[in-house]
């Protein structure tokens, strides 16, 4: 199985910030990674896919990096909408498995 | 735009077996390349896939559900299930379906829907 981590697990940051969240994999998965939005109680949404491509609608103050093990997601400019829990995810292997999300607050 | 919507119900009673319909609009469920997963959010965690089934037929499972878990298609109703067997209190769970799969991140998901194993 490939395990991904995530870190911080948690940050509080005010509007305007520059944010990263890094996702790390247990093996390499070349750039087969996602990032989701997921906002309370809603369904998570794609926002990046193959670790850097911005999915259609999605803001461009969203931006993903990275290959083989180590990949980050970067907020430009943090809007209070971003309030959310950001999820990693690969999808290289057969079984399909997601970090443990970043939670970002606003502060 | 595809849009995706689970039906089912909401509580189911111990070691009872769960089905779950996910209803594809927008889309045509058979187009080339196109897996369709199931995806669970336990309360307050984070996300478990499931399975998916490829728009062939074929199908994939997680291993720590495999012995419980199927999932089919009915491409005449443009729909995707989910059965998942001797369900227990550690199935309660919100339940998606979703577009993706294997090499394919999940684009389009479904509101969820909250399964609660209680008797």
């Known amino acids: 199985d490939i395990q991904l981590t995530q870190s911080p697990s948690f940050l509080s940051a005010s509007v305007g910030d520059r944010v990263t969240i890094t996702c790390r994999a247990s093996?390499?998965?070349?750039?087969?990674l996602a990032w989701y939005q997921q906002q309370p109680g809603k369904a998570p949404n794609l926002l990046i896919y193959a670790a850097s491509t911005l999915q259609s609608g999605v803001p461009s103050r969203f931006s993903g990096s990275g290959s083989g093990t180590e990949f980050t997601l970067t907020i430009s400019s943090l809007q209070p909408e971003d309030f959310a829990t950001y999820y990693c995810?690969?999808?290289?292997?057969?079984?399909?498995?997601f970090g443990p999300g970043t939670k970002v607050d606003i502060k | 735009q595809v849009q995706l919507q689970e039906s089912g119900p909401g509580l189911v009673q111990p070691s009872q077996t769960l089905s779950l319909t996910c209803t594809v609009s927008?889309?045509?469920?058979?187009?080339?390349?196109?897996?369709w997963s199931w995806i669970r959010q336990h309360p307050g965690k984070g996300l478990e896939w499931i399975g998916h089934?490829?728009?062939?037929?074929?199908?994939s499972y997680n291993p720590s559900l495999k012995s419980r878990v199927s999932i089919s298609v009915d491409t005449s109703k443009h729909q995707f299930s989910l059965r998942l067997t001797s369900l227990t209190a550690a199935d309660t769970a919100v339940y998606y379906c979703?577009?993706?799969?294997?090499?394919?991140?999940?684009?389009?998901w479904g509101q969820g829907t909250l399964v609660t194993v209680s008797s």
């Open positions: 995810q690969q999808f290289k292997d057969y079984l399909l498995t």
């Open positions: 927008g889309g045509s469920i058979y187009s080339g390349g196109d897996y």
């Open positions: 979703a577009r993706g799969g294997r090499l394919n991140p999940f684009d389009f």
């Open positions: 089934i490829y728009y062939s037929g074929s199908t």
């Open positions: 093996q390499g998965i070349s750039t087969y």
